[in-house]
């Protein structure tokens, strides 16, 4: 089983466990129109899925800040950032925030993609949200890169995910 952190306190992670060389899964989550975002499988672009508990928070809103200007020229990359806020709010934080190069969704009604991708907190004051995690889906639809971030409170490594998707071309 999967774990992340909550300030050193462990949280367990449901859903199906996928790792590198794994065919990603096709999940749908809502988009801030209310239409369906698919990720996963493979696409005509390298696919770089970001997941977080909520945008209403310090850490997430500067991941998303962080990954909306460093995807902003990689053309060759489709970038989701999926919650479990609900989609007027995610339209209010991409407005205010100025997030233009990148698609933000959220997982709230059934959790399909947290389940899909077995990054759904168990327990905790956290429990039923995302944990923090960064994949990198190549073209054929092959996980090249996951990263579950140790502590939800903390930043992935954005740097790793970059040469990932670099690589992924």
Do not use: H, W
Not at 54 to 63: F, N, P, R, V
Not at 72 to 98: K, Q, Y
Not at 99 to 127: F, H, P, R, W
Not at 141 to 155: A, C, L, M
């Amino acid at each position: 089983m999967q774990t992340t952190t909550l300030k050193g306190t462990t949280i367990n992670l449901s859903g199906t466990e996928i790792n590198l060389g794994d065919k990603a899964p096709i999940a749908t989550a809502i988009g801030t129109d209310l239409s369906d975002v698919e990720v996963g499988g493979a696409k005509d672009n390298i696919q770089l899925i970001i997941t977080l508990p909520s945008l209403d928070t310090d850490t997430c809103a500067a991941e998303t800040r962080r990954f909306n200007e460093d995807v902003n020229n990689l053309d060759i990359c489709e970038t989701t950032v999926i919650s479990m806020d609900l989609p007027f709010a995610s339209e209010r934080f991409c407005t205010t925030e100025g997030i233009s190069n990148l698609t933000v969704a959220s997982d709230y009604i059934d959790k399909e993609v947290s389940k899909a991708y077995g990054i759904l907190m168990d327990d905790g004051k956290l429990k039923g949200l995302s944990a923090r995690a960064v994949f990198v889906i190549d073209r054929s639809g092959e996980i090249v890169y996951k990263e579950i971030v140790k502590d939800v409170t903390s930043e992935p490594d954005y740097n790793a995910a970059l040469e990932a998707i670099k690589e992924a071309r």
